[in-house]
T-cell receptor
Framework: AQSVSQHNHHVILSEAASLELGCNYSYGGTVNLFWYVQYPGQHLQLLLKYFSGDPLVKGIKGFEAEFIKSKFSFNLRKPSVQWSDTAEYFCAVYSGTYKYIFGTGTRLKVLA | DSGVTQTPKHLITATGQRVTLRCSPRSGDLSVYWYQQSLDQGLQFLIQ???????AKGNILERFSAQQFPDLHSELNLSSLELGDSALYFC????????????FGEGSRLTVL
């Protein structure tokens, strides 16, 4: 069965630090990949997505992610985090079986 | 505001009881997804409907059932509730059932005592 693994459950960074959140999936076929973010007290919203083409995708608020097919990974990055990036981040995979599978999430806390 | 409405926002009930959670998708969205979020369990996919028909099933217990009505709203029915069913239940909708972005509601928090 397809699955999504997020390696870090909790991350604490200081403002201006660089961020990289890991995401690996298990599915051998074509996939669509997503990162969603849930700010405190808010609903989940899309941060960025990859369907095809350039494996480096850019999303909102300065986030980007790189799809590495050989590693089944889709890591999220941001060069310099802000206090307002404090949130929970979810990686998700859609593999064409109508199942949209999410990882367990990473809670990021950014210290001002 | 995502445009997806879930009711109730909070629900407290007792073991053995039955509850119904309701979801109204964004206008024009035909797909509805249900997810369960428990502590440290992430978002567990339960079930998906597209235009009234069940499209995919995930880790949904037999005690749980769902349906999507002609007006496209969906209901998730949870019966014979157990303590372990306490969780946040999210509904999400999308324009199509294949590749698109999901739009999430704010969730229904169920507490089973």
């Amino acid at each position: 069965a397809q699955s999504v693994s997020q390696h870090n459950h909790h991350v604490i960074l200081s403002e201006a630090a660089s961020l990289e959140l890991g995401c690996n999936y298990s599915y051998g076929g074509t996939v669509n990949l997503f990162w969603y973010v849930q700010y405190p007290g808010q609903h989940l919203q899309l941060l960025l997505k990859y369907f095809s083409g350039d494996p480096l995708v850019k999303g909102i608020k300065g986030f980007e992610a790189e799809f590495i097919k050989s590693k089944f990974s889709f890591n999220l990055r941001k060069p310099s985090v802000q206090w307002s990036d404090t949130a929970e981040y979810f990686c998700a995979v859609y593999s064409g079986t109508y199942k949209y599978i999410f990882g367990t999430g990473t809670r990021l806390k950014v210290l001002a | 505001d995502s445009g997806v409405t879930q009711t109730p926002k909070h629900l407290i009930t007792a073991t053995g009881q039955r509850v119904t959670l309701r979801c109204s998708p964004r206008s024009g969205d035909l797909s509805v997804y249900w997810y369960q979020q428990s502590l440290d369990q992430g978002l567990q996919f339960l079930i998906q409907y597209y235009n009234g028909e069940e499209r995919a099933k995930g880790n949904i217990l037999e005690r749980f059932s769902a349906q999507q009505f002609p007006d496209l709203h969906s209901e998730l029915n949870l019966s014979s509730l157990e303590l372990g069913d306490s969780a946040l239940y999210f509904c999400a909708s999308s324009r199509d059932s294949l590749t698109g972005e999901l739009f999430f509601g704010e969730g229904s928090r169920l507490t089973v005592l």
